[in-house]
């Protein structure tokens, strides 16, 4: 069975509606689906993320999935970048994954800061996945639409470039990503 772990956004939750509509169509792909809660999701920190998504996935394996959004992507990232040497995943995909972030308020600078200055070792990510897609909007007001070249370059990822769809979250329309499905599916069978 494929396993695949959604991690949500900064201030998300796994209640969100984008997340129900992908555990209902994937579970109908044969994904056993989780949506850990993240702690402390308004002040997210590196450690606490990273350590609660290795106890959440406990044995990571080639039938192990991730699909993050936004911070959720970091996370998986450094998760990633975190597991024992021999370890494989198979694949991740990233909405509005980030290494820069653009139009933060002073209090949201403060809370990111770690995150955009704590070097990622994409080397040694690609010895643990080398499946990668990310899916980014052309308006999005956080993320800088260069971010998907450094995703292309450094991680090879497979790069989709979406329309009007800002950050995708709630507000913006984004509450169902067809895209996303059909990306998942593409993804678990090309790593077999």
Not at 63 to 76: D, E, M, N, P, V
């Amino acid at each position: 069975m494929k396993r695949l772990f959604i991690i949500h956004g900064w201030g998300g939750s796994p209640d969100e509606e984008l997340h129900k509509y992908l555990k209902k169509e994937l579970s109908k792909e044969n994904f056993e689906v989780y949506f850990p809660e993240m702690p402390n999701t308004e002040e997210p920190k590196i450690n606490e993320w990273v350590s609660h998504l290795k106890k959440t996935v406990q044995t990571p394996d080639k039938s192990t999935y991730f699909l993050g959004h936004s911070i959720g992507c970091q996370a998986i990232l450094r998760y990633i970048e975190s597991l024992p040497e021999n370890t494989k995943v198979g694949g991740a995909i990233f909405l509005a994954g980030w290494f820069n972030l653009k139009n933060l308020e002073s209090s949201e600078e403060e809370i990111a800061k770690p995150w955009l200055e704590t070097p990622i070792n994409c080397k040694k990510i690609l010895t643990h996945c080398g499946k990668f897609t990310a899916i980014f909007s052309d308006n999005d007001p956080l993320v800088p639409l260069q971010d998907s070249k450094i995703f292309k370059e450094k991680l090879r990822a497979k790069i989709i470039i979406e329309k009007g769809k800002e950050h995708f979250n709630g507000q913006d329309g984004a509450d169902e990503v067809p895209k996303l499905i059909d990306e998942l599916i593409k993804l678990a069978n090309n790593s077999n």
